[in-house]
Structures are given as structure tokens and as C-alpha cells.
């Protein structure tokens, strides 16, 4: 295929986008970045919610890819409603304001059965593939220990409670 044939169908994607499609904000498009300029993504979460964030999004480090629709799953599942983001402000927002301990239950639950999915995948890859056993072995073995940290989580959670003084700790 000749380069040209590249250059001329960028140039006609770019006219297509630039007479067709609004970004401009000022005239009542969608604004380039959407993930960027919400205040509620700037609000306070629990302190587990950053560790988590770092090892649940790694596949490096917990064995799995959850992608952002499946994070949307796991919300939904458990009755919350958060708006498609960058992954580690859609897991703040499923966080955020967690104050009850079934909460975290519910939501690793969740989280678990897509973790459980991942493995069962890897299962059926290494057997079909068997000289790639030992990598799918140990990406089984960082997501079962991903969720074990989960049960850890919850065993140190201290519910919040409501009380009368806002300024009563």
C-alpha cells in the first residue's frame, strides 16, 4: 500500500472530525478531556483506597487486567452508579464514600468473580498451551494473592458511625 494512500485518508479523517464533530466546549461540545476538571475527583477517599488502587490496577502486580467496564460491573453489581473515567478515578469513586464494612464485602465479592474469570481463562490457556503454563501459573498465583489481600481489607476496616457532633471522633 502506498504511504499516500495514508496521508490522504488522515487528511479526510481530520476534515470529517473538524466539519462533523464538536470538541469545542465554547459551542457546546464535549470538552477534549473528559476525565479532567470534576472537584468530586479531588474529594478524600479512605487511606486503603491508594494502596489498593496501585496493586489491584497492575497486572504486574495482581495478575489480572480489570478494564474500566469491568470496574462499571463491579458498581453496578452492588447498586452504585459511576460514570466511565480513568480507571483509578472510577475506583475512588466506587470507594469513596464507604463507610460499612458489607460494603467492602459486597464490592470484593465482586471484584472477585471477575478475578475468578481472569483465572478460570488462564486455566484453559495453559492447558491448551502448555509450554505457557508457568506464566499463566503466575499471573493465577498474583491474582489469588490479590485476593487474599481483599480479606485483609475487610478485616481491618473500622466502620464509620454517625453521630450527632460532625466534630466527634
Known sequence: ????????????????????????????????????????????????????TSKLLSPAVSGVYLSRLDIKRVAEAIDESIPIKERIKMVRALFRHTTKQQYLKDAFAEIDKHINGRILIYTELSEAFPASKSIFDEHTNKAKKTMRMFNQII???????????????
Not at 2 to 29: H, M, Q
Not at 33 to 44: A, I
Not at 155 to 169: G, K, L, Q, R, S
Request: glycine share 4%; proline share 7%.
Open 1 to 52: 500500500m502506498n504511504t499516500n494512500d495514508f496521508s490522504d485518508l488522515r487528511a479526510e479523517f481530520d476534515k470529517f472530525v473538524k466539519e462533523s464533530c464538536i470538541t469545542d466546549p465554547a459551542k457546546g461540545g464535549e470538552p477534549e478531556d473528559r476525565d479532567s476538571g470534576d472537584k468530586v475527583d479531588d474529594e478524600p477517599v479512605p487511606q486503603f483506597v491508594d494502596a489498593l
Open 155 to 169: 478485616e481491618d476496616f473500622e466502620e464509620i458511625e454517625a453521630t450527632d457532633d460532625p466534630m466527634f471522633v
